[in-house]
């Protein structure tokens, strides 16, 4: 049995400001309770890319936006190898939220938007 290995590099992160302003740009929208979810899909892609931000509001601080991201980080690591190859995702936190939440949030998105993979078998992941 193979063991999936759950990591998120450097390569798989959407960093480029071009990138992030195209996908906000072109890109479709859902929302779920606190969070968003904004994607595209990129044929010239040969996996995913995720990029993760927090609202900027009263009453939440950098040190919760912070945690919010990290958590967003950490969920999306643990789903990856269960999303389709070639989208760009920026998942967006409106509120502060918990680990339990974000990670149902994200797993509702995902289905919500089609970007789960059907399971037939062991396949490559993002």
Do not use: W
Not at 15 to 30: A, C, H, Q, T, Y
Not at 52 to 70: D, M
Not at 73 to 88: S, V
Request: proline share 4%; with cysteine.
């Amino acid at each position: 049995m193979d063991k999936i290995r759950q990591t998120y590099k450097k390569a798989e992160r959407l960093k480029s400001e071009g990138d992030i302003s195209g996908l906000f740009e072109n890109g479709s929208r859902i929302r779920h309770q606190g969070l968003k979810l904004i994607y595209r899909f990129t044929p010239e892609s040969t996996g995913c890319r995720a990029g993760f931000a927090t609202k900027r509001q009263k009453g939440f601080g950098s040190v919760q936006r912070n945690l919010n991201k990290r958590r967003m980080c950490e969920a999306y690591r643990r789903a990856k190898h269960l999303i389709k190859p070639g989208f760009d995702l920026f998942f967006v936190a409106q509120r502060p939220l918990s680990y339990a939440q974000i990670e149902s949030c994200l797993s509702q998105l995902l289905e919500k938007a089609g970007l789960l993979r059907v399971p037939a078998g062991p396949e490559k992941q993002c």
